[in-house]
């Protein structure tokens, strides 16, 4: 069992960039699916990145490829979002989930087993 916890979030101008970490404050991560989700403003959550426990296969939405990045650090028991070039259509509390190895179905929300408290990103134009 994992807990996950998001840090990073803010207020940024569009065109900037923010860098969202999810470290698990309780067990590890390790061989872990790890993924992140954002929901917009009276939207449901949406897929946004995914990054495989095994091979390292990352899996991005059509709307961020090119822009944001997805990795982690097993050593630091922690997963990242890099965010670049910044929309306001981005703005949105964002999520991280865990799901146990096997597999992989980044995309799916209900396939996770473990999810943080969300931190608020906005970009403004």
């Known amino acids: 069992q994992v807990q996950l916890v998001e840090s990073g979030g803010g207020t940024v101008q569009a065109g900037g960039s923010l860098r969202l970490s999810c470290a698990a404050s309780?067990?590890?991560?390790?061989?872990?699916?790890m993924g992140w989700f954002h929901q917009p403003p009276g939207k449901e959550r949406e897929f946004v990145a995914g990054?495989?426990?095994?091979?390292?296969?990352?899996y991005y939405a059509d709307s961020v490829k090119g822009r944001f990045t997805i990795f982690r650090d097993n050593a630091k028991n922690t997963v990242y979002l890099q965010m670049n070039s910044l929309k306001p259509e981005d703005t949105a509390v964002y999520y991280c989930?865990?799901?146990?190895?096997?597999?992989?179905?980044?995309?799916?929300?209900?396939?996770?087993?473990?999810w943080g408290q969300g931190t608020q990103v906005t970009v403004s134009s």
């Open positions: 990054i495989s426990w095994s091979d390292g296969n990352r």
């Open positions: 309780r067990g590890t991560i390790r061989r872990y699916n």
């Open positions: 989930a865990a799901v146990s190895g096997g597999y992989y179905d980044a995309r799916e929300a209900d396939k996770y087993d473990y």
